[in-house]
């Protein structure tokens, strides 16, 4: 069992450092990308937007795989990645990119929650802040290999080039993932599932199913509260990443093969906070060390416009906030999967989708406030969203009580 699961584990941090890398690539690179479309930075965060804003998908097919299984969703959804990433190389103008975008987008909020909510499935709550951090050291790893390499492609090449890989790695990554074991408990009441709900939903108002999709039973209030911040932290943070690429360019004259580099200095930070969190977050307690994470990110937040006094001290900036957000965003993964375990599916979809639409607020505030403000522009807002995530931690949330 302890085989299986190590090999379940390394297989999706694979499959997760591809849909990393691909989600993360815009971040230091969206002005180079712009370049090469022929477009400007704020139609590029547009675009970003976009691709963020498919994340409203999320629920419905954590919904969908609650009932049909995860893994098939899961091996879908890196076909609809690795498509949309070469679809995005091939395009030459605005509309054909803004539809890779899309599927791209669908295919990334298609992953992520349903490989948490497998996993969640197979791992006891006790130890599901080490799993699932496991899992999520993906996201650095994105950064110290996956964004440095295409650093690199792009000075090499073109900016196509890391697309063609990512898209490419992204559909083998499909037929690997058919060798992951299915999920007992769905395949065996799958059939039966679908049969009894159909002649129910047909008979129910299109209201009514609204309703009944977000009832979230009698932890209704803390697990809301939980989606929202997942919402407000990923905004708090986006709002600034999305366009450090652009201000360290403009401020400082780095190219593609330096952004590359202080990528992986971002990705050895995150590869910090996701190791913290599988060692230490089980014992310290989910809700307790998302609480700490967004506190951090509130003292980034703070100090973030006084660094901007040379190159490295903007990097360090940048590097304290995301330090406590990559903390707080893998700690919740956790304190989330138990909010309503039995839609654990649709709960993760429904963070993912609150993530996805900070993201996409994100790719609208970041951009224009920086050209009209600079650095100072992006400050207040992220703070204001951090504090307000605080403040749901604090009075609203609660971490339920479960044995093993």
């Known amino acids: 069992m302890i085989k299986r699961l190590r090999y379940i584990l390394i297989l999706s941090v694979m499959a997760k450092f591809l849909v990393d890398t691909a989600t993360q690539i815009f971040n230091p690179f969206l002005v180079i990308i712009g370049s090469g479309l022929g477009i400007s930075v704020v139609a590029m965060g547009r675009l970003v937007a976009l691709r963020s804003l498919m994340g409203v998908a999320a629920p419905l097919l954590g919904s969908l795989a609650d009932r049909i299984g995860y893994r098939l969703v899961m091996r879908i959804a890196l076909v609809l990645t690795g498509s949309g990433m070469i679809l995005g190389a091939l395009s030459g103008n605005y509309i054909v990119f803004g539809v890779s975008m899309a599927i791209g987008g669908i295919g990334a909020i298609g992953f992520t929650p349903n490989l948490h909510a497998y996993l969640s499935s197979r791992l006891p709550y006790a130890k599901r802040a080490m799993g699932l951090g496991i899992v999520e050291y993906s996201w650095a790893l994105a950064g110290i290999v996956g964004l440095f390499a295409a650093g690199m492609l792009i000075d090499a090449f073109t900016w196509k ?18 060798l992951l074991p299915c999920e007992k408990a769905e395949t065996e009441q799958t059939a039966e599932r679908v049969i009894k709900g159909k002649s129910k939903q047909e008979r129910r108002s299109l209201y009514r199913q609204i309703l009944l999709f977000l009832d979230l039973g009698a932890n209704a209030k803390s697990a809301w509260a939980d989606i929202l911040v997942s919402g407000l932290v990923m905004f708090a943070m986006m709002n600034v990443i999305i366009i450090h690429g652009g201000w360290l360019e403009a401020e400082y004259g780095t190219g593609p093969a330096t952004l590359g580099l202080i990528s992986l200095i971002f990705g050895i930070s995150d590869l910090s906070a996701s190791m913290t969190v599988s060692l230490f977050v089980d014992r310290i307690g989910k809700r307790r060390s998302v609480i700490i994470g967004v506190l951090i990110m509130l003292f980034g937040f703070i ?7 040379g190159l490295i001290p903007a990097v360090i900036s940048i590097v304290i906030p995301r330090i406590g957000f ?58 204001a969203a951090t504090t307000v995530a605080l403040l749901l931690l604090a009075f609203l949330i609660r971490e339920r009580s479960v044995q093993g």
């Open 326 to 383: 990559e903390f707080a965003i893998v700690s919740n993964f956790s304190l989330l999967s138990e909010q309503v375990p039995e839609n654990r599916g649709k709960i993760l979809g429904l963070g993912t989708t609150f993530a996805f639409v900070g993201t996409s607020l994100a790719g609208l505030t970041g951009p224009a406030a920086f050209l009209k403000h600079g650095v100072w522009g992006l400050s207040p807002v992220s703070l």
């Open 303 to 309: 100090s973030f416009p006084f660094l901007n006094r």
């Open 161 to 178: 080039t890391p697309f063609y890989i990512l898209g490419g790695g992204l559909i083998l990554m499909a037929l690997f993932f058919g």
